[in-house]
């Protein structure tokens, strides 16, 4: 069975200060993603890895994929206050069952 | 134009009733999911439907019935409902086939149970 693990789940830090945010997974897959959720929102699409060694960067956030180890990163640069809300990682089970897990979301709190 | 849409937003109701909500998306997706996310904001899938056909139904208690009249739209039903049953349900679609099938989730419905 599939399982996603994201660390930390609760991250408080200051602004400009760089920080990761770490997914692992339990089973093969090549298909992961990154959402963004503000308080009381939906979920908003960030990124989607496709292949072993992916990177892709929108502005401060960078998202890479390693499906040997079967981690992907999310790392924040420069860290600013808009950037503050809930970060999930989600996988795709290949199993082809349309199945695709999420971890737990890491909360993401960045003074000013 | 909303992509996914659920009604209603909110549902406050009392232990026992029965209760439904409504999804429906315009992106001529062929899968389409209902989620919950809990007090502690974890995500958690219950089912899915691919071209009106159950294709993932998670250990969900059968008091849910989903039930999808068309591939646009998937509902949920909910029986004698339970103070547990309080959260934010979100319906999502995505395209089936290879390539970068990103959920697409709509604004979710918050049900409250006293």
Known sequence: ELKVEQNPLFLSMQEGKNYTIYCNYS????????????????LESLFVLLSNG??????????????KARLSTL??????????????????NMNRD?????????????LP | DTAVSQTPKYLVTQMGNDKSIK????????TMYWYKQDSKKFLKIMFSYNNKELIINETVPNRFSPKS?????????????ELGDSAVYFCASRLEGAGANVLTFGAGSRLTVL
Request: hydrophobic residues 35%; negative net charge; proline residues 2%.
């Open chain 1, 27 to 42: 089973t093969t897959s090549d298909r992961l993603y990154w959402y963004r959720q503000d308080p009381g929102k939906s």
């Open chain 1, 75 to 92: 790392h924040i640069t420069a860290a600013v206050h808009d950037l503050s809300a809930t970060y999930f990682c989600a996988v795709d």
């Open chain 2, 23 to 30: 999804c429906e998306q315009n992106l001529g997706h062929d």
């Open chain 2, 69 to 81: 009249p068309d591939k646009a739209h998937l509902n949920l039903h909910i029986n004698s409902l």
């Open chain 1, 54 to 67: 992916a990177v892709k960067q929108e502005g401060r956030l960078m998202a890479s994929l390693d499906t």
């Open chain 1, 98 to 110: 349309d199945k695709i897990i999420f971890g737990k979301g890491t909360r993401l709190h960045i």
